[in-house]
């Protein structure tokens, strides 16, 4: 499920760049209080492993970029996604009590919020789709003085589809308890439309993170698909990252 919200700031709104971290944070203070602590403490859990399974995309809206800053003018928009129906319905109801909310040091007024159910596809094909936000997919790899390292894999290697693949299949098992034996035959995602202009490199808090716009085309259960599609693609997506629009529907 997704929500659609419009913010007009009070005055020119500025935030660093990037600005994950703080958008992130406007979420979680716009959750009912016991929901928020929920789903950053524990969420849902497979192995060890816990999965926020919400996702948002970059904001939208005129903006200029100056000194490691970017600077909204008028209204800008978020979209976020979740597994979970009461985080999207949490969040319109606390952003429709407040009317006017803050997003990093600025006051907003709400103006507009729309949610949308999850679109009617035929997954009987393959689907394309679109990186709204980077998808990331990195391993954690020890070095031979023994330090540990992070490697970030490109779309064109193999190991970053089964990564994802099996990413999928973890959260549907932490959500849903659906048992896979491994990745389900068939079931894949492809680059389609990516070059070296669609890596992104972003800082979250100290870590730097890369990740992969561009288009990719998909063929996957059920289950698995609309994981991916509310929860987000690949890691990092309770972060800003791994968001997806259909395209072709």
């Known amino acids: 499920m997704q929500i659609d919200i419009t913010l007009i700031p009070d005055d020119k709104l500025l935030l660093p760049l990037p600005y994950n971290q703080v958008v992130q944070g406007f ?17 849902y859990e497979f192995n060890q492993r816990r999965y926020k399974l919400f996702v948002f995309g970059r904001l939208v809206g005129k903006y200029t970029i100056s000194e490691k800053r970017i600077e909204f003018q008028g209204p800008i928009s978020l979209s976020v996604r979740s597994v979970n129906k009461e985080v ?23 103006s ?16 394309q789709i679109r990186a709204i936000s980077p998808i990331t997919v990195y391993s954690t ?9 992070t490697y970030y894999y490109f779309p064109m290697e193999t190991d970053w589809e089964r990564q994802i693949l099996e990413n999928l299949v973890r959260k549907s098992q932490a959500v849903d308890g659906i048992e896979y034996n491994g990745i389900p035959d068939g079931a894949r995602i492809k680059p389609k439309r990516v070059d070296n202009s669609h890596m992104k490199i972003i800082k979250y808090k100290s870590t730097i993170i890369k990740g992969w716009m561009g288009t990719y085309e998909t063929f996957l259960p059920q289950d698995l698909f609309f994981i991916g599609y509310n929860g987000g693609f690949g890691a990092k997506n309770s972060q800003g990252f791994g968001m997806v629009e259909i395209i072709n529907k």
């Open 88 to 110: 999207i319905s949490s969040f319109a109801e606390e952003l429709i009590d407040k009317k006017r909310v803050i997003l990093g040091r600025t006051w907003c007024t709400v």
């Open 27 to 43: 979420i979680y203070n716009h959750l009912e209080d016991v929901l928020s602590s929920w789903l950053h403490d524990e969420a």
């Open 112 to 127: 507009n919020i729309s949610i949308t159910p999850d679109p009617n596809i035929d997954l009987s094909k393959p689907v």
């Open 141 to 149: 790899l020890r070095a031979f003085d023994g330090r540990k390292k």
